[in-house]
């Protein structure tokens, strides 16, 4: 059943939006995906270098 659910929503995709459409929609969800996980590694990064290199400030 889990591997029906994707070919699923790309027939649903498929027969409810144009090409242009759908493609756009990829693109879009793809940049948006890569930005939010380019920023949490940046995050991660700087927290991960603070802890190391920041020392104990209290």
């Known amino acids: 059943m889990k591997k029906l ?3 699923a929503l790309v ?3 498929v027969t ?3 090409s242009c459409e759908l493609i ?3 693109f879009k969800a793809g940049m948006w995906t890569g ?3 380019v ?3 940046v995050a991660l990064i700087i ?3 603070a802890k190391l290199f920041g ?3 209290n």
Do not use: C, E, K, Y
Request: proline share 4%; net charge positive.
């Open 24 to 26: 756009g929609g990829i």
């Open 5 to 7: 659910m994707p070919l």
């Open 39 to 41: 920023v949490v590694v």
């Open 11 to 13: 027939t649903l995709l």
């Open 35 to 37: 930005v939010i996980l």
């Open 16 to 18: 409810t939006l144009s």
């Open 55 to 57: 020392g104990n400030r």
């Open 47 to 49: 927290w991960i270098a």
